[in-house]
Nanobody
Framework: EVKLVESGGGLVQAGGSLRLSCVLS????????IGWFRQAPGKEREGVSC????????RYEDSVKGRFTVSSDSAKNTVYLQMNNLQPDDTAVYSC?????????????????????WGKGVLVTVSS
């Protein structure tokens, strides 16, 4: 059974940091790209980053470039999202997802294109 389970969310003050984890199971880590997404209250879901398991290359949306970093531990089947200098606008439910079509982040990934399995998400709240 394919599963993605996030953890690490919580409440943090503006300027603080959190690290989210996405534990993968039921599939081979290197065969699929992994995306991170977020959905703020009253807003549409948006892509945050996409990690290409084929070469480790990661794409970031402009709003998080320089503040968020994706890493992975293949031995633990885990992808991490390190979030630094968090701001109130980063408040959202963060989810990871598997790109079912490729181990690379294909065009359209940020809109959810190709993502076939999703975690339930974790809430990140940034206070001002």
């Amino acid at each position: 059974e394919v599963k993605l389970v996030e953890s690490g969310g919580g409440l943090v003050q503006a300027g603080g940091s959190l690290r989210l984890s996405c534990v993968l199971s039921g599939f081979t880590f290197g065969d699929y790209a992994i995306g991170w997404f977020r959905q703020a209250p009253g807003k549409e879901r948006e892509g945050v980053s996409c990690f290409s398991s084929s070469d480790g290359w990661t794409r970031y949306e402009d709003s998080v470039k320089g503040r968020f970093t994706v890493s992975s531990d293949s031995a633990k089947n885990t992808v991490y999202l390190q979030m630094n200098n968090l701001q109130p606008d980063d408040t959202a439910v963060y989810s990871c997802a598997r790109h079912g079509l490729s181990n690379q982040c294909l065009v359209g990934w940020s809109g959810g294109y190709g993502m076939d399995y999703w975690g339930k998400g974790v809430l990140v709240t940034v206070s001002s």
